[in-house]
């Protein structure tokens, strides 16, 4: 599912950053939870490891996966969640993606200077 066959006989020390993840995201899924709680898998990893690590991710929730992913770049969010849970020391709002993800909220949780609509204040 993580394209990473043609790596089988590299040692782990000698993969990139995001075929190093794509094996981490295997090792997940060989152990076939019920839950997967990744801890920000998209940095520092080329395009495609993203692309394939999002394309598992979704087969994996239309199975019936539930994923929970930490994450930091703001500008992927709405292309790949469709709930989120806001937090900044405490609950700021949590539910659907068009709801949560709002300028208030951001405010809230990055305060009044976060860059929003492309970096003009409003």
């Known amino acids: 599912m993580v394209q990473m066959e043609r790596f089988s006989n590299r040692q782990i020390s000698e993969l990139s950053g995001g075929q190093f993840q794509r094996v981490l995201l295997a090792r997940c899924l060989v152990q076939n939870s019920e839950v997967i709680l990744l ?4 940095v520092g990893i080329d395009a495609i490891s993203e692309q394939i690590i999002m394309q598992t991710l979704e ?13 930091h770049d703001l500008s992927k969010v709405e292309q ?3 709930q989120l849970i806001l937090l ?17 909220h951001l405010r809230q949780a990055y305060g009044e200077n976060i ?3 492309g970096g003009s204040e409003t």
């Open 80 to 82: 790949y969640f469709d």
């Open 59 to 71: 087969q994996l929730k239309l199975v019936g996966k539930m994923i929970l992913i930490v994450h």
């Open 39 to 42: 801890d920000e898998p998209f």
């Open 115 to 117: 860059f929003i609509k």
């Open 88 to 104: 900044n020391r405490s609950l700021i709002a949590t539910g659907q993606t068009e709801a949560v993800f709002q300028e208030a």
